[in-house]
């Protein structure tokens, strides 16, 4: 099983960044998908969230009408697409997926917003 996040960088306030997790290993269309963050100094955050089934996107207050997860089963990859990026928005950014008592992490990615 692996979740490999990528899509991270360096990027100015007000800018735009778009992760990718790609999955394997498993029946990625029957899960949850979630990406979390972990800023320095801080505890993991769950940032959004995308149903396996029924599409339900959650998102986390702060990144609401900023950032978009979506999916795409046929290339077994969740998105998030993160626009207005404010330097709160610094941490590493984690996948998941999860189904049940089933739960994998990737490695993440660094996204910095510096100017």
């Known amino acids: 099983v692996q979740l490999v996040e990528s899509g991270g960088g360096l990027v100015q306030p007000g800018g735009s960044l778009r992760l990718s997790c790609a999955a394997s290993g498993f029946t990625f269309s029957s899960y949850a998908m979630t990406w979390y963050r972990q800023a320095p100094g801080k505890e993991r955050e769950f940032v959004a969230a995308?149903?396996?089934?029924?599409?339900?996107?959650p998102y986390a207050a702060s990144v609401k009408g900023r950032f978009t997860i979506s999916r795409d089963n046929a290339k077994n990859t969740v998105y998030l697409q993160m626009n207005s990026l404010k330097f709160e928005d610094t941490a590493v950014y984690y996948c998941?997926?999860?189904?049940?008592?089933?739960?994998?992490w990737g490695r993440g990615t660094q996204v910095t917003v510096s100017s």
């Open positions: 995308i149903a396996s089934a029924d599409g339900m996107t």
């Open positions: 998941n997926a999860r189904l049940a008592s089933s739960t994998y």
